[in-house]
């Protein structure tokens, strides 16, 4: 039986394990999905020793980035934004394993917003200066947009949140939440923009989905703004590791 899996820590519920461990049922897939909570990433050596028949494996929090000395190889998307989420094993030279690393987060988010936007959406700001950030930045290049980060304190590059003038609220008509802030059970919270400068040509995106509709969401809604949680990038993502695994 094939293994894939998840390493992070902490793991907790994992979207990940459900979600494959029901396609493996549905589909008849001789396969299993397990969760693989390391205290530090030194101990994938050991998850890899004691698991010969892994195909795959998700990368999580806190190791998206810590991961990469540990492979073979990484592929182009995942080297521009410093972080991989999928790693595929391949067979190497005399039957030793190759590790390559991609990041499925930046197809998941690109095929979830390119259907939303349109010739208006030419810049975007995007909240969060975390390992998230990067890959919705480099995402949102390849779509042709360019964007400006945004931080609670001054950042080389980037502005803060007190920086966003009527003028930026203008010209950047695209703005992704990419922070924990709105989430559950902190629902009444939502990052601090200006709400009242949205127009109906803004496009809201929100990596959260816990709530289904937070309040940055809300608050776009009632100005017109088109608006969308990342519950769909979440399954989008899921979708590209498997087929980077079946390649």
């Known amino acids: 039986m094939d293994k894939y899996g998840l390493i992070g820590y902490p793991l907790g519920h994992s979207f990940s394990m459900t979600f494959f461990n029901q396609k493996f049922e549905s589909e008849r897939i001789d396969a299993q999905y397990l969760n693989f909570e390391i205290e530090n990433i030194k101990e994938l050596k050991n998850v890899l020793r004691d698991n010969p028949e892994l195909k795959g494996l998700n990368v999580t929090l806190p190791y998206k980035t810590q991961v990469i000395p540990y492979l073979d190889d990484i592929d182009e998307d995942a080297r521009r934004i410093g972080a991989v989420n999928v790693i595929k094993f391949k067979k190497g030279m005399f039957g030793k394993k190759k590790l390559v690393g991609y990041n499925s987060d930046i197809i ?18 995007i909240l969060g200066t975390g390992g998230a950030s990067r890959a919705i930045f480099q995402g949102l290049k390849q779509l ?8 609670r304190s001054p950042r080389e590059f980037g502005i803060t949140y007190d920086e966003i003038t009527p003028k930026t609220m203008e010209q950047y008509t695209v703005i992704v939440n990419t922070t924990p802030v709105g989430m559950y059970p902190h629902v009444d919270e939502c990052p601090d923009i200006p709400y009242d400068l949205l127009t109906p040509n803004h496009l809201l995106y929100d990596l959260l989905y816990n709530p289904d509709e937070t309040l940055f969401m809300k608050k776009g809604e009632a100005k ?9 990038m979440l399954l989008l993502q899921a979708f590209a590791a498997w087929n980077i695994w079946q390649q």
């Open 108 to 125: 998941g988010f690109k095929q979830s917003i390119e259907p939303l936007l349109n010739q208006s959406h030419r810049k975007a700001l």
């Open 144 to 151: 042709g947009i360019g964007s400006t980060l945004v931080s």
């Open 224 to 232: 017109g703004a088109v608006v969308k949680n990342g519950l769909e």
